[in-house]
Nanobody, 129 residues
Framework: QVQLGESGGGLVQAGGSLRLSCAAS????????LGWFRQAPGKEREFVAA????????YYANSVQGRFTISRDNVKNTLYLQMNSLKPEDTAVYYC??????????????????????WGQGTQVTVSS
């Protein structure tokens, strides 16, 4: 079972940028579906972005479309989330997640937390106004 570890979070002013990384240990990311989710205090965990490892197809939540970019490095077996034009409402703990269910792209359920069975420990992102 793949193990995930996020890094790159921190404190940034509104309008700034951060890049989150998610490194995998154990099996490679090949044939996995990967996603970024976030959870703000008092709120449910929500979908941010997803990428299909094999094809590179990407999917975004409306709230981050055009500001965030999800990508992966096949050699380093690492997932990234480049976050630009950050807003205070982007403040949350960010989690990467992985699933072997390729069906999530056909059923368009890649935004659902219960489709993923491997999660990292999360990294805090705080955006000040």
């Amino acid at each position: 079972q793949v193990q995930l570890g996020e890094s790159g979070g921190g404190l940034v002013q509104a309008g700034g940028s951060l890049r989150l990384s998610c490194a995998a240990s154990g099996p490679t990311f090949s044939n996995y579906g990967l996603g970024w989710f976030r959870q703000a205090p008092g709120k449910e965990r929500e979908f941010v972005a997803a990428i299909r490892w094999t094809s590179g197809n990407t999917y975004y939540a409306n709230s981050v479309q055009g500001r965030f970019t999800i990508s992966r490095d096949n050699v380093k077996n690492t997932l990234y989330l480049q976050m630009n034009s950050l807003k205070p409402e982007d403040t949350a703990v960010y989690y990467c997640a992985a699933t072997k269910k390729n069906s999530i792209y056909y059923s368009r359920s890649y935004y659902k937390t219960n489709e993923y069975d491997n999660w990292g420990q999360g990294t805090q992102v705080t955006v000040s106004s």
